[in-house]
């Protein structure tokens, strides 16, 4: 009786196997909807296997990702990419695992390299963006896939990467920027050439290859993240040209996001902010106050996400300006913000938005207080004073810890002049408020990427909020915060008339 079975199975198998490597052969494929065909006679017999050919991978060990020819790292990137593709998901996960884990073990080392080279921000904030790069770029957990099942069969649409990136980073968050995007674009199956500041190009180059250090001792790659160590606005647009690079990253001001736009690839752009709070008279002001103080403050006011002007409605204002000092705030007058306008911040010689003075971006607030002749104490972290809706510091993207304050008369006129300031970005806006109505209002009004209540700016972006994180906010081109999804394409599967099992 088991002899039967064991020949009657072997003989099912056999059938089985005959059928899948015969495929169709001269059968007449299904007719669309009606029922699956019977099972395939085995006439056509097997056919002979073919082994695939993968193409030979030429890397260049030793290299670490350090170039200063984008030809030369787009080629290396682009085998690294080819290695990375054999490669199974569960390896990709451990190489992000690989960089998250030197952000976090290094971070001390890192963040002050970061801080020493850029000379911008606040030290003891870098090691902590680099841990929150470690902790809030989403992986291969962020990949996902869609299915489509019916009469027709079965359709699957997969998240498939670009190959190789060209990336842009910014001089505000240098290797935590680079860190992000390569654990999302690994993740998503890609590898990356980026141009980083050249203010920055150093804490980059050395974050490449400890990265590339560690994937290619465990998985034998290369090159996975390369770097142009001596980064140009030419080099820049060498990748931007580079006919092997089909999509583009950028996470900076408006003349790279121009750029990178008129590059004719598709780009992902994070763009410049401004974001504005509105304090309406419902607000908890010290909740308020120590929110306002957190963001704004936060590496000097660096992150594009922070608190850069705030509209407070007349009914609670001098709660409000008390609330702030309360904090540690230190308030300067109104003739003072004027001046520190005027060392600060410039305007374009042909009119539009004001921008920062490059000498004062992230500077300690105690450098800039004594621009007017002021010492204030160590641990104090923020300026703040009145100002006008029109004022350079209102208008400017300052990202210096000087922080204006509108009085307005009441919630519309807050959040009209709120909407004027963001100037149209769609990156970050603010409320503290307990009614769901001004929420509401606000939200619909100022249609940004990022909207937080009652918390910190750094909330929106997973710290000290739920959801991930990440330092490229793709406000310009409406990605939002990048995970790996952002750097693929759709690839679409078709099983016609079959596999639906139900
Ligand atoms: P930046 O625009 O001066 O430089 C950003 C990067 O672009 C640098 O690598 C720079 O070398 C390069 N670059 C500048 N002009 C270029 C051009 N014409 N062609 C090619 N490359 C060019 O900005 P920054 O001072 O380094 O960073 C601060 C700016 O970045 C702020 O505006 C801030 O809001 C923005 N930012 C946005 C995000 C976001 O996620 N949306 C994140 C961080 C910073």
């Given at each position: ?28 494929p299904p007719v669309a909807g009606e029922n699956a ?111 489509f099942s019916g009469d027709h069969g079965i359709t ?338 078709t099983m016609v008339d079959n596999l639906r099992?139900?």
């Amino acid at each position: 009786m088991t002899q039967v079975n064991e020949q009657l199975v072997r003989q099912m198998v056999e059938k089985v196997l005959g059928h899948l490597q015969a495929g169709w052969s001269d059968r007449p494929p299904p007719v669309a909807g009606e029922n699956a065909p019977p099972p395939i006679s085995g006439s056509a017999g097997p056919r002979p296997h073919v082994q695939f050919q993968y193409s030979p991978v030429k890397m260049q060990p030793g290299r670490l990702g350090q170039f200063t020819d984008v030809g030369q790292a787009v080629a290396a990137a682009a085998s690294a990419q080819r290695a990375l593709m054999r490669r199974s998901l569960a390896q990709r996960d451990e190489i992000c695992g690989l960089i998250r884990q030197i952000i976090t073990d290094r971070c001390d080392e890192l963040g002050r390299m970061e801080y020493e080279e850029t000379k911008i921000g606040h030290l003891p904030h870098k090691a902590e963006k680099l841990l929150m790069a470690a902790k809030l770029a989403r992986g291969v957990e962020g990949l996902a896939t869609e299915c489509f099942s019916g009469d027709h069969g079965i359709t699957l649409e997969e998240h498939a990467p670009w190959g190789v990136i060209g990336v842009v980073t910014p001089v505000t968050h240098s290797l935590p920027t680079l860190a992000t995007n390569a654990v999302n674009m690994i993740a998503a199956g890609n590898a990356l050439v980026c141009n980083p500041h050249p203010h920055g190009k150093r804490v980059a180059a050395l974050g490449a290859k400890l990265f590339n250090q560690a994937i290619h001792d465990r998985f034998g790659i290369d090159n996975l993240i390369c770097t142009i160590t001596e980064p140009t606005i030419e080099s820049a647009n060498a990748i931007f040209k580079h006919p092997d690079i089909r999509l583009l990253c950028v996470t900076g001001g408006p003349g790279v996001v121009a750029a990178a736009l008129a590059s004719g690839k598709r780009a992902i752009c994070a763009g410049p902010g401004n974001p504005p709070v509105v304090v309406d008279e419902s607000a908890d002001l010290a909740n308020a106050a120590r929110c306002i103080l957190e963001g704004a403050s936060y590496d000097n006011n660096l992150f594009c996400t922070a608190e850069k002007e705030v509209f407070v409605v007349a009914e609670v204002w001098d709660a409000m300006m008390d609330a702030m000092a309360a904090v540690g705030a230190w308030r300067v007058a109104a003739a003072q913000m004027d001046e520190l306008a005027k060392l600060c911040l410039e305007s374009p010689s042909g009119g539009g938005i004001p921008h920062a003075n490059r000498k004062y971006v992230g500077a300690e607030p105690q450098t800039i207080a004594r621009l007017l002749g002021l010492n204030i104490p160590p641990a104090c972290r923020l300026l703040y004073g009145e100002t006008s809706a029109s004022h350079p510091f209102v208008q400017a993207e300052q990202m210096m810890p000087v922080l204006p304050f509108v009085r307005c008369s009441g919630f519309e006129e807050a959040v009209e002049l709120a909407g004027a300031a963001e100037h149209g970005y769609r990156h970050t806006s603010v409320i503290h408020s307990r009614l769901v109505d001004h929420m509401t209002h606000m939200g619909k009004e100022m249609d940004t990427t990022l909207y937080i209540k009652n918390g910190p700016s750094v909330a929106g972006n997973g710290a000290g909020g739920e959801g991930y994180g990440n330092y490229t906010i793709a406000c310009t081109t409406g990605e939002g915060i990048a995970t790996p999804l952002t750097f693929t394409r759709l690839r679409r599967c078709t099983m016609v008339d079959n596999l639906r099992i139900i």
